[in-house]
T-cell receptor, first 114, second 112 residues
Framework: AQSVTQLGSHVSVSEGALVLLRCNYS??????LFWYVQYPNQGLQLLLK????ATLVKGINGFEAEFKKSETSFHLTKPSAHMSDAAEYFC????????????WGLGTSLAVNP | KAGVTQTPRYLIKTRGQQVTLSCSPI?????VSWYQQTPGQGLQFLFE???????NKGNFPGRFSGRQFSNSRSEMNVSTLELGDSALYLC???????????FGQGTRLTVV
């Protein structure tokens, strides 16, 4: 069975500071890993994904994540936070093939302070 | 090209009623998945349809059902609504062979 744990339901950073959102996964098969962002009253937008290619993945809006198999982690980072980054961030896992079932973490709400 | 469209955006229903939600996928996408999002349980997978066939199913009671039409549009139905069914229902479409799911803005269902 697959599962995702996001450490910290709320994270607050200052504008310009490093953003680090943590995600650990559990999967009995090689995983595909995703980070999505959700703005209030909106759907989910893909930030980046890992699908067994390069372990360091670069996404949109300056975000990146590194797949670490030994640590079963896929933490999301951004060197310098912007006010527009304030949103809910979700980590998700699925496995290879045509299985579209995404298993989600509970999300991390990111606040960016001026 | 147009994104995933979900209708209606907001819905208020009474306990015991039934409801149908609609999802139009991105043109050319044949896979449509549905998710329920609540503050307490987060995002949970309901089911996935591909070429009019249910391909995957989550752990929801039989009151939750869906279908997909030949044009890939999908509907989700919930019968005998309960207060706990109040949630944001999200639909996502994917192209075959693509790992990315594109989400609609969701339908917010309130059961009173």
């Amino acid at each position: 069975a697959q599962s995702v744990t996001q450490l910290g339901s709320h994270v607050s950073v200052s504008e310009g500071a490093l953003v680090l959102l943590r995600c650990n996964y559990s999967s009995s098969v090689p995983p595909y890993l995703f980070w999505y962002v959700q703005y209030p009253n909106q759907g989910l937008q893909l930030l980046l994904k890992y699908t067994s290619a390069a372990t360091l993945v670069k996404g949109i809006n300056g975000f990146e994540a590194e797949f670490k198999k030994s640590e079963t982690s896929f933490h999301l980072t951004k060197p310098s936070a912007h006010m527009s980054d304030a949103a809910e961030y979700f980590c998700a896992v699925s496995h290879a093939g045509n299985n579209r079932k995404l298993i989600w973490g509970l999300g991390t709400s990111l606040a960016v302070n001026p | 090209k147009a994104g995933v469209t979900q209708t209606p955006r907001y819905l208020i229903k009474t306990r015991g009623q039934q409801v149908t939600l609609s999802c139009s996928p991105i043109s050319g996408h044949r896979s449509v998945s549905w998710y329920q999002q609540t503050p307490g349980q987060g995002l949970q997978f309901l089911f996935e349809y591909f070429s009019e066939t249910q391909r995957n199913k989550g752990n929801f009671p039989g009151r939750f059902s869906g279908r997909q039409f030949s044009n890939s549009r999908s509907e989700m139905n919930v019968s005998t609504l309960e207060l706990g069914d109040s949630a944001l229902y999200l639909c996502a479409s994917s192209a075959e062979g693509d790992t990315e799911a594109f989400f609609g803005q969701g339908t917010r269902l309130t059961v009173v």
